[in-house]
């Protein structure tokens, strides 16, 4: 077994430095324009995951100089009840992201409100508009875990033209997105999922593999081309022999780490990224709303 050991990028790291970067960009924003950006959380029930993340977005959003709302509802809460408050979040101009935390109960479709959500406003990036704007190239907001996986990329690899990038996993929420990114940075992109042909084989062609497939521990380290630069946006909660349980990816990490030239972690890869690239979202809105042109982030 050769000693060789993956570099390890460090998502926590980078997230924090944009948030620094993002925090600066408010206090201009503040001084220049008298402009805060603010965003608004929406969160349908107790769901405990959901409510860890709300809290962290609000927390991180303050910390950067940021607005930060709260509508929390009870679980029993009707649709027409959430639409009324995206309405109104829609309509106040302090407001310059809004965010409806997923999943929603059943008696709520999630397509509805996501698309009620004014597309300036959607800093989740989920809006079929947004979703158009991006897959035909056009200015838009992005989903913010795609943006996470795009700029941790190109921190390890540098430009990516030219790069062939595999994604296995085609969601809405990041498969799609971020094939789409992928091509903008002029990769050529493969898109997997659950009836690709030979899937390992397919992988092993790449120079770029993100994995955002929800299956612990799928990809393991004979599907890595060596050298390669493997994302793993995957957050699978598995038991341990001792009764415990643990975060893995859908990488398996170790066998993974021992042939790619860089891997994210789980936890501390990918996530952390989210959030932060959340805050680049919500400023981004707040420009694009007043007419001011938006930092470099």
């Not at 409100?113 to 897959?135: C, E, Q, W, Y």
Request: with cysteine; net charge negative.
């Amino acid at each position: 077994m050769s000693e060789h050991q993956a570099n390890l990028i460090d998502g926590k790291a980078y997230a924090a430095s944009l948030r620094e970067r993002i925090g600066a960009a408010v206090t201009t924003l503040k001084a220049e324009h008298n402009l805060t950006p603010g965003l608004a959380v929406v969160l349908v029930g107790e769901d405990p995951a959901s409510q860890v993340y709300v809290r962290n977005k609000g927390k991180q959003t303050l910390e950067a100089g940021m607005n930060s709302w709260e509508h929390k509802l009870d679980v029993s809460a009707t649709e027409e009840e959430v639409l009324a408050i995206v309405d109104q979040l829609n309509n106040d101009p302090a407001v310059h992201g809004i965010l409806v935390q997923l999943p929603l109960p059943d008696q709520i479709d999630a397509d509805k409100v996501i698309n009620t959500i004014s597309p300036d406003k959607d800093v989740d990036g989920f809006h079929v508009i947004n979703a158009g704007r991006l897959a035909t190239g056009q200015s838009s907001l992005v989903a913010c875990t795609p943006v996470g996986c795009v700029l941790l990329a190109k921190h390890a690899l540098g430009d990516l033209s030219g790069v062939e990038a595999v994604v296995v996993g085609r969601s809405n929420i990041v498969g799609k997105p971020v094939a789409q990114l992928l091509l903008q940075e002029n990769c050529t992109v493969t898109i997997c999922h659950s009836r690709t042909k030979d899937l390992p084989e397919v992988c092993r062609r790449a120079d770029l593999v993100i994995a955002a497939v929800g299956r612990p521990e799928m990809i393991t380290g004979d599907w890595i081309k060596p050298g390669a630069c493997v994302i793993d946006v995957g957050i699978n909660r598995i038991e341990t022999d001792e009764g415990k349980t643990r975060l893995v990816g859908d990488v398996a990490f170790a066998s993974a780490a021992a042939v790619a030239g860089s891997i994210t972690p789980v936890p501390g890869g990918v996530g952390p990224m989210t959030i932060a690239c959340l805050l680049r979202n919500t400023v981004k809105a707040a420009c694009a709303q007043a007419g001011v042109a938006s930092p470099e982030l």
